[in-house]
């Protein structure tokens, strides 16, 4: 668990002088991506050059093709011309597109790692100055400071140095001496990176790097530190992170061989570096031990405004060290360019603080909201600093579109109890800033204060002139450097050609408008951008002074003056290129700025006087101030050292030290405990006693009595310390014991990544159809179709024959164009039919011949090989098959003999006209080209051309003959072969229709051309006759959808019988059904979706993920009463985690049987037959799957297993379903009855209730209808922990609340998938959200009149009256706003609740805890949870679009609001587009992420763009873009702008919710 220190004790350890909390890591994601291999299918024509025929299926067409390609899904008309817009869009501007997405291309797109990684790998220790070799020699023999200049190369001679020490060290350990480690220490996380970058370049030795939030699960583990010791020769990293290791003992001083310190002034007071040779370092001096070379690196020993030599000579006594500069200044100035010259310019005197018009506005309407009081007072300086326009900026930037419904947010959240009207103020606010005219800024007094504008004159004179190439304006202000920043963009102040950027630290106060935290990354893009020249000007605060590498600079400008003399000595040696500037902003008549300027001349010149002179020429010899000279401050703080190990407590580290114990104790998610501490004054000072968490095991301690509070307060963490040592609750590295306790619950947490992948087997065959031998009976399945006038062609039915029966299959569709589908009905039959030899090898003719006709496929196969047969019956598809008792008398036997005695028709060109009507022909040389004729045409010859409009042949032997006449038209033979043919010319021509050779009916998206057959006209020498009728083939035709589809379901079952669930048919496939890679993302456009699969798993997964809750939680609560919930919510997440449901799928193979992959026209053959002529099948096929959807199939099988048990009126399927997939003993039952056989009643609940307790219970009766026969179930359902159990002799409710929370979730769950069938589970749990949230729950409670009950301590009593007045007044005003709207008052908007403020979770508690109360009252009755779900919760969400944007204030989500509600246009898209990966043809690799643009797009026209890294981030840049540009646009405005005339439309969107075009427009809808 990472370590949170609470914000008291971080408060407190400032006050002391302050380690540094601040927190970063190395964030380097993987990028993995697995390419398929290409795979060429089919050929170009039927007959190679050599003669060889392939009679495959789809002749002629040669495709690529990558695990098959997907077939898009069905778009509409109006789509298909908005994405065709879309595309010609992008093509019109992808030069601007292009500009967009390779703008450091670098940069936007690699870690900041990566980014230090490419600018700071130069070798620089093979090229040494002289001076650096000097100071290196003295830092060889002795412990020294370094003080150089920023920017002379410090970090060199610690290289040096370090590579001296690590070749030393090699040495030693030859010689048989301890192993001893060398670390670089610094003071920021982001000088971690830099440094690591530097030496990693320049030292061929391992080096680590360690900072931020790896620091607990570094310091954590002293094997971790063996280890790094093994496998490093040097560590970088934040002082903080040594300290601590230090402390614990994980490392020991005389384990290392050398310190570096980096930005050495900082060792002082309580800073690390200094703690590090206080506790340590002159620890171990004392007692003789072995001790580091030391290292201190500085441009100035002086941080602060104190004497320069006295600073000095204390550095070099705690630092236990000398101070060395370079002995011959004039080294330094040959290597090093200081400014030529350092000017001084004057601004005009500030005026007294004043106020704009605009301020003065806001301020009446935000004055009593505290969230805004820091802007206030910022603004209200901001006039005089920066000039009247910026201030008026700054409340525009303030109130920013995309930021105002975050500041009613935060002010929601902070002060609560300020009512609604608070928020109204903010909107107001809002429309003030909106409609306030702000004029463009010039270099004026009227809009700029006289200090700025000769900023601007400055920049401009030297960025005008070619003078200045690269600039800093250093600042004190974060906000005021991101204000001048802005101000340098504006028309008429922006100076040409120089961009202009920001570097700032990474906090963030209430003053700032600037809505996100900077990152460590984002500072090291900005200098990543500076050092390549796309931006020249920074403006920086002190973050850019120190330690960060920053590219030398010729004019640097100190906007606000300095404070100290490194402030002014580490600013300046910025300006290192030749010919620079360095400008000192003064106020005129300001004597406190010239003062300043002076002293740090002086303090400069006296300091370097100082270190050029020898230590015995100095006034003050640093070496003479001993350590009590440091430590006289401390004077009675203990310390306590372990014996075993030598891990060491102090007063500053024990609060540490407190904070991590208290973290390790176990806790119920979302809590955050903590220690309290209660200072109070006594005589001498202050006095202060630590209160521990009631599951601690020592509750409190007293520290000693000192004169300052936070002194008080970490002796008392240092007595309860003490204490947790003597208990052994601490181990001997001062490590809490409890922390081995967590990981259970956080792996289960965090079980399964959704990204990572696995490659397995899919079984492509049902288990039936490997159970070969002679079929001495078979049973007969009826296919027939529900609209068979769909189909291009009359057909009958035709009956699939099986060894053994099929369950009853469910229903499906088949599309044969746009509006022509039909489904397909399955009619099992169990009776079998009896099977002689003789009718068995008619079958087999009948059924080899359709596979030979219809599907280019030559078997050699007898029937005890044949999965399975098809026969033609005698019957239509209207025939009611299900009546017949014999369905042996309804096969077509006739037939069936006709084709098994007649391989084909034989054709002698005397045949009578009937002859040519209603026959099917096929071509033996080119599969593809299968035809029904019409009729004869004695009006056309072989020789005659072929007749305009006919559909060309696809055979190449037609592209390369001269003559395109009827007869050539007819022989798709190459021309070797059709040369050694010889045609009659005088044969008759018929007129024929050209079958289409698509396979896949099961994908909706089919056109009405590409189903229509062609019509044509042949001659029929060249073509086989078929002796199939052509109703037999026209339905035939349907066979490969229909094979595909039952064969998925029967794999389907397979699994459920693997399982042993015996699950319903259709819900098993939707179980196991993943048609996309990206399915858990509703909002962005499909990846590899497999077209016509049907429903995929996640609906289902939605379902069963609450079943599986609910039943856990069940199980768990019957058989642990002793858990408390923490406990039980543990137990109930190792049983439903991913990782437990995953393992257990692979234990049962069940990912083999997941459908992946849509319908492939070569694997719905029978397999293990002989194939003769046709092209082979190979049916051992693989799919890639995410670990977390094997996870998600499990739980939608479950959910199949709830819909088919509750279909039953039971749900033991669905509890058996449970056991299966968790495969645990908590849970080991079949049936739902089981579960209340599991519960012993407690004594609690069985005892006899006294009259109070009888009297609440029957208080509860009146009001909710039930009665219950154990009373005291009612006292604990509304006991809160805090009430003292002597008062009520029950348990806390916490245990009830656990089960009532998870039946409570499966009622809300089970309402909105059945009252929802059509929508996507990002909508279900959206929606959801708002039926569990506590702010429901908490209205609810205030509703039924549970706050009246509740039993808790004074405190809680008094937050729910507070928010029973604040529902109550808004359930008011809803029922006033009814009847004001001419409604009756009981018609009242049933979401009141929502913008009410929050209320106290104990009310949420007790709602939930009730719950569990009647069920466990009513004897696991779920039914009673029904009950009370439908009369106490359904009012609330009978119309679920109040709450459409209650989930998530997202901008998709506004923006559709805005695109339905507003404007009631249905014609808008957010589309997207691959871009290619520019870095790719940069060479970089793969080190970038793919592009994408998208795009909002109107009745065609583009509205907004934006160019990203992923499709989400892309969408929500454009929705906010778009928001910006059509919130102030009027209805009329818009639709004139963009053309629309969906007014009627939109209305009528509202009553026809169901249409597939307002499916696809309430798509939008769903927020990421």
């Not at 004043?354 to 007072?377: D, G, M, Y």
């Not at 079929?775 to 009956?799: D, I, K, R």
């Not at 579960?1235 to 009888?1254: D, I, V």
Request: with cysteine.
């Amino acid at each position: 668990m990472a370590l949170s220190l609470s914000p008291s004790v971080q408060a407190d350890l400032m006050e002391l002088g302050g380690l540094d909390f601040s927190a970063g890591f190395e964030n380097s994601a993987s990028h993995s991506s697995t390419t398929e291999p290409l795979r060429l299918d089919g050929g170009g024509d039927a007959e190679s050059d050599d003669g060889q025929v392939d009679n495959g299926e789809e002749e002629g067409v040669k495709r690529w093709v990558v695990n098959e390609a997907p077939q898009p899904r069905k778009i509409s008309e109006k789509k298909r011309a908005a994405m065709a817009a879309w595309e010609q869009w992008i093509e019109d501007n992808q030069e601007n597109l292009d500009k967009d997405s390779t703008k450091q291309v670098t940069n936007v797109y690699q870690s900041a790692n990566s980014i230090v990684r490419g600018f700071e790998n130069r070798k620089i220790i093979t090229s040494p100055r002289e001076y650096q070799l000097e100071l290196f020699e003295r830092a060889k023999e002795r412990n020294t400071i370094a003080v150089l200049d920023t920017g002379s190369g410090k970090t060199l001679i610690a290289a040096l140095l370090l590579r001296w020490t690590i070749q030393n060290e090699l040495e030693g350990r030859a010689r048989g001496e301890p192993m001893r480690i060398a670390f670089f220490l610094v003071d920021k996380v982001a000088l971690v990176f830099q440094q690591h970058a530097v030496l990693k370049s320049n030292l061929d030795y391992p080096v680590a790097k360690f900072c931020g939030e790896m620091m607990d699960s570094v310091v954590s583990h002293k094997d971790f530190w063996a280890q790094v010791f093994e496998d490093n020769m040097a560590v970088v990293c934040t002082a903080e992170i040594l300290y601590s290791c230090l402390h614990h003992s994980f490392i020991r001083i005389d384990q290392i061989n050398l310190l570096v310190f980096d930005e050495a002034h900082h060792t002082k007071k309580n800073h690390p570096y200094a703690r590090i040779i206080k506790d340590f370092y002159s620890a171990a001096k004392e007692a003789g031990k072995k001790l580091p070379r030391l290292l201190g690196m500085t441009a100035s020993p002086v941080d602060s405004r104190v004497d320069p030599r006295q600073a000095a000579a204390e550095l070099e006594g705690l630092l236990h060290s000398q101070i060395a500069t370079v002995a011959d200044p004039a080294l330094l100035q040959r290597t090093m360019c200081r400014p030529k010259r350092e000017i001084v310019i004057e601004y005009g005197p500030r005026p007294r603080d004043w106020t704009t018009p605009l301020h003065q506005s806001l301020v009446l309407k935000l004055a009593n909201n505290p969230r805004f009081r820091k802007n206030i007072e910022y603004a209200r300086t901001t006039a005089a600093e920066l000039g009247c326009w910026v201030a008026d900026r700054y409340w525009q930037l303030v109130f920013a579109p995309e930021d105002t419904m975050k500041l009613s947010a935060q002010t929601q959240t902070q002060t609560p109890l300020l009512g609604e009207s608070v928020i109204d103020e903010i909107r107001d606010a809002h429309e003030i800033v909106c409609e306030h005219d702000f004029s463009t800024p010039d270099l004026s007094k009227e809009f700029l204060s006289d200090k700025v504008i000769k900023l601007i004159s400055v920049l401009r004179d030297q960025f005008s002139g070619g003078a200045a190439e690269r600039c800093i304006v250093f600042v004190k202000q974060r906000t005021t450097a991101r204000l001048l920043a802005d101000l340098l963009q504006q028309p008429g102040i922006k100076i040409h050609g120089v961009e202009v950027g920001v570097l700032v630290g990474g906090g963030r106060t209430e003053s700032e408008y600037h809505s996100s935290k900077v990152s460590y990354r984002d500072q090291v893009v900005t200098i990543s951008k500076f050092k390549s020249g796309e931006l020249k000007c920074i403006f920086a605060t002190s973050v850019g002074e120190e330690g960060l590498d920053i590219p030398d600079c010729n004019l640097i400008v100190r906007f606000d003056l300095y404070d100290t003399l490194i402030q002014y000595i580490q600013s300046r040696g910025r300006a290192r290129q030749a010919e620079s500037i360095y400008v000192h902003m003064v106020e005129q008549g300001n004597l406190a700025h010239r003062r300043k300027i002076v002293q740090n001349q002086v303090n400069e010149n006296a300091l370097r006087k100082f270190c050029e002179a020898m230590p015995a020429d100095r006034k003050l010899n640093g070496n003479t101030l001993n350590m009590d000279y440091f430590l006289r401050k401390e004077t009675g703080q203990k310390q306590y050292t372990v014996p075993e190990t030598g891990a060491k407590l102090n007063f500053k580290q024990s609060l540490v030290c407190l904070d991590r114990f208290v973290a390790s104790l176990p806790q119920p998610p979302e809590v955050s405990q903590s220690a309290d501490y209660s200072v109070s004054p006594v005589a001498g000072g202050f006095q202060c006693e630590v209160t521990m968490p009631s599951n601690a095991p020592i509750r409190s301690a007293l520290g000693g009595v000192f004169r300052s509070k936070a002194v008080a307060k970490c002796s008392a963490a240092f007595e309860m310390c003490l204490a947790l040592v003597g208990g052994k609750y601490l181990d001997d590295h001062l490590q809490p014991i409890f922390t081995k306790q967590l990981p259970a619950i956080r792996n289960a947490r965090l079980a399964l990544s959704s990204k990572k992948k696995g490659e397995y087997g899919m079984r492509m065959k049902p288990i039936l159809w490997s159970r070969l031998g002679f079929p001495h009976e078979l049973y007969a399945t009826v296919l027939t179709l529900t609209n068979p006038g769909s189909l291009w062609h009359s057909s009958c039915p035709l009956l699939l024959l099986t060894r053994e029966p099929l369950a009853q299959l469910p229903d499906f569709p088949l599309f044969y164009g746009t509006r022509r589908c039909s489904h397909v009905h399955c009619i099992a039959s169990p009776k079998p039919i009896a099977v002689s030899q003789e009718t068995a090898q008619g079958l087999l003719a009948f059924t080899l011949r359709v596979f030979d006709d219809v599907f280019s496929k030559e078997y050699d196969a007898t029937p005890d090989k044949l999965p399975y047969f098809f026969a033609p019956t005698r019957a239509d598809h209207g025939f009611d098959f299900a009546s017949v008792e014999e369905l042996h008398d309804i096969v077509d036997w006739v037939t069936v003999e006709s084709v098994r005695a007649n391989e084909r028709i034989e054709y002698t060109f005397q045949e009578p006209d009937e002859f040519f009507q209603d026959k099917f022909v096929a071509d033996p040389w080119d599969g593809g080209r299968k035809l029904f004729l019409r009729k004869r045409c004695y009006d056309l010859k072989p020789t005659d051309p072929v007749p305009d409009g006919i559909v060309p042949p696809r055979h190449r032997a037609w592209r390369t003959c001269k003559n395109h006449d009827i007869l050539n038209y007819s022989v798709s033979l190459w021309s070797k072969s059709r040369a050694r043919m010889s045609m009659r010319d005088n044969q008759p021509v018929v007129e024929a229709e050209m079958l289409p050779i698509r396979r896949n009916l099961l994908d909706d998206s089919v056109s009405d051309e590409e189903m229509e057959p062609k019509h044509c006209f042949v001659i029929l020498e060249p073509f086989k006759i078929s002796a199939l009728p052509s109703n037999i083939v026209a339905m035939a035709y349907n066979l490969p959808a229909i094979i595909h589809r039952m064969e998925a379901t029967l794999i389907a079952l397979d699994a459920c019988k693997l399982l042993d669930l015996d699950i319903r048919p259709d819900l098993a496939l939707e179980a196991v059904t993943k048609d996309c890679d990206n399915s858990d993302d509703h909002s962005a456009e499909r990846i590899n979706f497999q077209a016509g699969m049907g429903n995929n798993y996640e609906r289902l997964e939605f379902l069963g993920d609450a079943f599986l809750k609910m039943a856990t939680s069940i199980s768990i609560y019957s058989l642990r009463p002793g858990n408390d919930e923490y406990a039980s919510h543990v137990a109930r997440m190792l049983l439903i985690c991913n990782r437990n449901l995953f393992n257990n799928a692979l234990e049962a193979k069940l990912e083999e049987y997941v459908r992946s992959t849509a319908f492939n026209g070569r694997t719905w053959y029978p397999d293990g037959l002989t194939l003769k002529k046709g092209k082979k099948t190979d049916l051992t096929l693989r799919h890639t799957l995410g670990d977390k959807t094997v996870a998600d199939v499990c739980e939608a099988l479950i959910g199949a297993a709830y819909l088919t048990a509750q279909r039953e009126g039971n749900l033991d399927l669905a509890v058996k379903a449970v056991t299966v997939m968790v495969k645990d003993k908590l849970h080991n039952l079949k049936a739902y009855s089981e579960y209340y056989a599991l519960y012993t009643l407690p004594e609690w609940q069985t005892a006899p209730s006294n009259a109070f307790q009888t009297a609440l219970a029957d208080r509860i009766y009146q009001r909710m209808g039930y009665k219950f026969k154990y009373p005291r179930l009612v006292l604990c359902a509304f006991k809160h922990s805090t009430y003292p159990r002597e008062l009520a002799p029950v348990p806390s409710y916490e245990r009830l609340e656990f089960l009532g929370d998870a039946l409570y979730d499966m009622a809300c769950v089970d309402y909105l998938y059945h009252r929802f069938p059509g929508k996507d589970p990002q909508w279900l749990t959206e929606h959801k959200m708002a039926m569990v949230s506590n702010q429901f729950l908490g209205c609810l409670a205030i509703s039924l009149g549970f706050h009246r009950s509740v039993m808790s301590v004074t405190v809680i009593a008094d937050n729910v009256r507070e928010y029973e007045s604040k529902i109550m007044e808004a359930e008011r005003e809803a029922k006033d706003e009814a009847v004001a709207a001419g409604k009756s008052e009981d018609d009242y908007a049933r979401d009141f609740w929502v913008n009410c403020q929050k209320p106290p979770k104990v009310l949420a508690d007790v709602v939930e805890a009730y719950i569990g109360a009647i069920f466990v009252d009513s004897e696991y009755d779920y039914g009673t949870v029904q009950e009370f779900f439908n009369i106490n919760v359904l009012p609330y969400f009978e119309n679920m679009a109040l709450y459409d944007t209650f989930a998530n204030n997202h901008p998709v989500t506004f923006l559709t609001n805005m695109m339905q509600t507003k404007f009631g246009c249905t014609e808008w898209r957010l589309l997207v587009s691959e871009m290619k990966n520019v870095e790719d043809e940069l060479g970089l690799g793969d080190s970038g992420a793919p592009r994408v643009v998208c795009g909002l797009t109107v009745h065609g026209k583009t509205v907004s763009h934006s160019v990203s890294e992923s499709s989400r981030y892309g969408k929500m840049a454009v929705a906010k873009k778009a928001l910006t540009q059509l919130e102030g646009m009027g209805v009329d405005e818009f639709k004139k702008e963009y053309q629309c005339d969906c007014g009627s439309a939109g209305k009528k969107l509202g009553a026809e919710v169901k249409t597939p075009e307002s499916e696809e427009v309430l798509e939008h809808g769903t927020a990421i």
